[in-house]
Structure formats: structure tokens, C-alpha cells
T-cell receptor, first 113, second 115 residues
Framework: GQNIDQPTEMTATEGAIVQINCTYQ??????LFWYQQHAGEAPTFLSY????GLEEKGRFSSFLSRSKGYSYLLLKELQMKDSASYLC??????????????FGAGTRLAVHP | DGGITQSPKYLFRKEGQNVTLSCEQN?????MYWYRQDPGQGLRLIYY???????QKGDIAEGYSVSREKKESFPLTVTSAQKNPTAFYLC??????????????FGPGTRLTVL
């Protein structure tokens, strides 16, 4: 089957660093996405990895290991506004030419002062 | 401003009624998608369309219908056949090109509650 696992909840302190892990088992792999979603709002795109290694974008970095079926999102210098859910999504095997996105349930991050 | 709009933001309906959720984009994206989000679950794909006048069922299409008569618009109808329609509905769009360039971008969502 196809499965994406993320921790349900995490807490961290303002100014600290937090790592949100994502493991996946999918029938195909054509890229991994991270989205941020504040409560009641739309998911917003954070990062995309298709090759192994680290992609850095300001305070956010995302890492991928395809052989391990593993990714993480690293958030540095945490701010209160980073309190949100973080969704891991894998673009899996094709379906009639369409590379389907499979979403994890999301990790709810709470940042405390 | 380019983006995706969904209306209304909150929608209430009585059991047995059909209801249509609007999704419009001015990003010139070819592909559009409808997802459903329930607490504690990942987004699940209802329908998607990669080109005008064509659409495909996703994982949970039963009880839903769509149309794609214009590139900019992809309305979703939740019919009375959908057994558990109360959820947060998200529309997304993307280009069709492969790689990271076909990232899906989401609208603000419609929260549907069946009374």
C-alpha cells in the first residue's frame, strides 16, 4: 500500500530549531513536497525535493533520502507565527499520465514563548 | 493579483440537498484539483482535471461531481449521495509539466457543514 507517516504533534520554543520527520512508502516516487497550513486556511507551498540532499530556503530547509524513504523539514529561529500544521506530500506513481500527490496527515507544531 | 478563489468560505446545507462549491483561478494553470480534508487525516483527492472538458476521478469521487467548461473554473457539486459531506474542501491548481514546476497551489477552502 501507500503510506506517509509524520508525527501528529510537536512543541518547541521560540528561537529554537525543530525537525519534522516524514517517512513514506509509495508505489512510485517523483518528488516530495512540504506545505505549511495554519488552522482553517489553505496549505502554502514551502519546499520541493526530488534528489537526495538538503534544500535550503531561508529559515526552512528540507532533506530527502530516497533510499530510506525519508525526509525532514528543519525550521530554524522559530517564531510564534510558525505555529501551524506541516504537511508532507509525495508525488507517487503515474495514474493515466498524472503524477498523483499523496498527503500525510500533517504535524501540528506549537511554538511557545 | 494572481491566485485561486473559493466561495463561499462557510456553507451550511440540509441533508438531502445538493450544493456546489466554486473554484476559480487566474494563474493560467491547466490542471485543477479538489481535495477533502478531515481532522487527523491527510488531504484526499476527489477529482482532478488536466485540461478543459476533461476530468478524472480521484480516490473518493463517490457522491461528488465536477465540470470543467472553462480553464479558469472547476466547480464541485456535493450531492445527496455523499454520506458524510461535512468537511473542509480545498481546490488547487498547477501547470502540467513535471518536476517541481507543477507544484499545486491551494485556494482558501470552503468549510461545508451538513445540518
Amino acid at each position: 500500500g501507500q503510506n506517509i507517516d509524520q508525527p501528529t504533534e510537536m512543541t518547541a520554543t521560540e528561537g529554537a530549531i525543530v525537525q519534522i520527520n516524514c517517512t513514506y512508502q509509495t508505489s512510485g516516487f517523483n518528488g516530495l513536497f512540504w506545505y505549511q497550513q495554519h488552522a482553517g486556511e489553505a496549505p502554502t507551498f514551502l519546499s520541493y525535493n526530488v534528489l537526495d540532499g538538503l534544500e535550503e530556503k531561508g529559515r526552512f530547509s528540507s532533506f530527502l533520502s530516497r533510499s530510506k524513504g525519508y525526509s525532514y523539514l528543519l525550521l530554524k529561529e522559530l517564531q510564534m507565527k510558525d505555529s501551524a500544521s506541516y504537511l508532507c506530500a509525495v508525488r507517487g506513481g503515474t495514474r493515466g499520465g498524472y503524477n498523483k500527490l499523496i498527503f500525510g496527515a500533517g504535524t501540528r507544531l506549537a511554538v511557545h514563548p | 493579483d494572481g491566485g485561486i478563489t473559493q466561495s463561499p468560505k462557510y456553507l451550511f446545507r440540509k441533508e438531502g440537498q445538493n450544493v456546489t462549491l466554486s473554484c476559480e483561478q487566474n494563474l493560467n494553470h491547466d490542471a485543477m484539483y479538489w481535495y477533502r480534508q478531515d481532522p487527523g487525516q491527510g488531504l484526499r483527492l476527489i477529482y482532478y482535471s488536466q485540461i478543459v472538458n476533461d476530468f478524472q476521478k480521484g480516490d473518493i469521487a463517490e457522491g461528488y461531481s465536477v465540470s470543467r467548461e472553462k480553464k479558469e473554473s472547476f466547480p464541485l457539486t456535493v450531492t445527496s449521495a455523499q454520506k458524510n459531506p461535512t468537511a473542509f474542501y480545498l481546490c488547487a491548481s498547477s501547470i502540467v509539466g513535471g518536476g517541481g514546476t507543477d507544484t499545486q497551489y491551494f485556494g482558501p477552502g470552503t468549510r461545508l457543514t451538513v445540518l
